[in-house]
């Protein structure tokens, strides 16, 4: 399982700089996702994420509680972290 790590500051920069790793990453099982030090998180790094969650073999992503905080914020926590087996945290 491959496993990509977030900085603590998840702008649209850091979405820009690690979406090819991702995309790199598809195909080879489940993504990983550590975001346990994202301290910060935009909406660019959302939107990679829901698609992570949403392409391949899905991702699993293990939030910090800023992230999860956001995430509930905007409606998104049972779309990234909760359902359908996909991803959530672990």
Sequence with gaps: MPTI????????????ALLPEMVASLGSGPLHIDARECTQIGLAMLQVLVSARHTGEGAMIEPSTSLRDTARQLGL???LFDGDGRGGTL
């Design 5 to 16: 790590t977030l900085p603590s500051r998840c702008d649209r920069a850091a979405a820009e």
């Design 77 to 79: 926590e049972a779309e």
